[in-house]
């Protein structure tokens, strides 16, 4: 145990009640749904994903079928629990990507309904969590909602997986590139994760696995998915993304990068860029902002290089950003609640705006060293 100004924090937990990941295991939904006792679910999807999964799910008995709109605000979530309502469903099935699937916990669990994620990209960690993360109508960051219940279960088809845009699974891995990061800050500062606890040995160690094999694993994904193909490689990649991080974050804590994430969808220019690739920028801010040794940089940057992760301002959409921009982002990153509170030291607007301007210096002078456009930078005798 560890004490806090409110006394003793008890290390905590979390998990979804099942995980299947595989070639196919979209077609398992109907005897998932069948164990949890529904007869009537609301299965939410859109157009894209009902093109992709539509076969699977007409083997679903008694399922009705609702549009997602596309953006995980207040505003949808209140439309579909309006359907959830009227059309009497007793269950909830989320399936697409990290929006879709907070959505539908966000219609689940305040309604007591059981709940069926159905992942068809690796892009978030989403899938096993408890909370989901609301934005605007304009895609916008405005708060966390919390639940305190996991998915009852969730399928992960990494066939389905493999035929999406490959953009998607390197998102995915920007974003499980944060959890060993931010789970190692929050264990010394041992403040409780999500979960309702401090850290757990078990949530640092799964953390530590999903960075190691995004590392290992992360480029042979992705030049599978490229081809459409299934590989160990993916398989360890999407269940990295998924499951390890997921597990990681939510009973191993968040931090700095995740806050910064946060503040950048501030910035209009940010919008066309995924969740996990804003992440990964900022998880460099994060190593900055905590003066991690420079080989450690190196290899997180030229990881990111490697695969296709933004490692500067310019590779999110904001290369032009003034500092004034900055303070911005760096003052919504420090709010009161903020994750970036995790770190084991306390962290103010200008600190962050320095970190992201080192990590955009560096991210871009070790992106022209690789490419061989300039020198290593001179060192003074």
Do not use: W
């Not at 800050?185 to 995004?214: F, M, V």
């Amino acid at each position: 145990m560890a004490e806090n100004g409110a006394g003793p924090v008890a290390a905590a937990f979390a998990a979804p009640g099942r995980y299947i990941q595989g070639r196919g295991a979209i077609q398992r939904l109907g005897e998932v749904l069948e164990q949890l006792g529904s007869s009537k679910p609301l299965i939410l999807r859109d157009a894209v994903v009902e093109e992709i999964v539509g076969d699977a799910l007409q083997g679903v008995s008694g399922a009705f079928y609702v549009d997602f709109n596309g953006e995980c605000s207040p505003e949808e979530i209140d439309r579909v629990a309006g359907e959830a309502r009227d059309g009497g469903a007793d269950a909830v099935v989320g399936i697409g990507g990290g929006k879709a699937i907070d959505t539908a916990k966000a219609v689940a669990n305040p309604a007591g309904l059981p709940l069926v994620v159905g992942a068809t990209i690796a892009s978030t960690d989403a899938p096993t969590s408890s909370l989901s993360v609301i934005y605007t109508e304009e895609g916008e960051f405005q708060e966390y909602r919390f639940f305190g219940r996991n998915p009852d279960a969730v399928i992960v088809d990494t066939e389905i997986v493999a035929k999406a845009p490959v953009r998607f699974l390197v998102a995915g891995i920007g974003d499980g590139l944060s959890t060993y990061f931010e789970a190692d800050a929050s264990s010394r500062t041992r403040k409780p994760a999500i979960a309702g606890g401090s850290p757990t040995q078990a949530a640092l160690t799964l953390a530590r696995l999903c960075y190691d094999t995004l590392l290992e694993y992360g480029l042979a994904a992705r030049l599978a998915v490229e081809q459409d193909a299934v590989t160990p490689a993916v398989e360890r990649v999407v269940e990295a993304n998924t499951l390890l991080s997921g597990l990681g974050f939510e009973s191993g804590g968040l931090a700095a990068a995740h806050s910064i994430h946060n503040g950048l969808t501030a910035l209009e220019g940010t919008h066309d860029y995924g969740h996990g690739e804003k992440v990964a920028f900022g998880v460099i801010s994060m190593l900055m902002l905590e003066e991690r040794p420079g080989p450690l940089v190196e290899e997180v940057v030229d990881f990111c290089l490697e695969v296709g992760l933004p490692v500067a301002l310019e590779d999110i959409g904001i290369g032009d950003a003034s500092r004034e921009d900055l303070i911005k982002v760096a003052e919504l990153a420090c709010v009161e609640g903020e994750t970036i509170h995790n770190e084991p030291f306390e962290v103010y607007p200008q600190m962050v705006v320095d970190a992201m301007l080192a990590a955009d210096a560096f991210g871009r002078q070790r992106r022209a060293v690789l490419e061989g456009e300039a020198p290593l930078p001179a060192v003074a005798e």
